[in-house]
């Protein structure tokens, strides 16, 4: 079983990630479920802001579960 711990928030940019609060950061939980395949999100990038973010989370999936919500950035793994 793969378990991956990502730390995940702060939409926007770098100053907004700064300023985040404690509470607008949180730690999300995911793991591998042997009837779904993958994780059930989808990681982008853009040319106008630094980072990885989540474009889309699929519902019933392990990211839905473990919280990640689309625009979060990712900020740790």
């Not at 395949?37 to 474009?55: C, N, P, V």
């Not at 839905?64 to 990712?74: N, S």
């Amino acid at each position: 079983m793969s378990i991956v711990d990502c730390v995940a928030g702060g939409r926007g940019g770098d100053d907004e990630v700064k300023a985040a609060s404690a509470a607008r950061l949180r730690l999300c939980r995911l793991s591998l479920w042997p009837n779904f395949d993958g994780f059930g999100f989808i990681l982008t990038s853009e040319r106008t802001r630094r980072g990885l973010y989540i474009g889309n989370v699929e519902d019933g999936s392990p990211a839905k579960a473990g919280g990640l919500e689309p625009g979060d950035r990712i900020i740790e793994v």
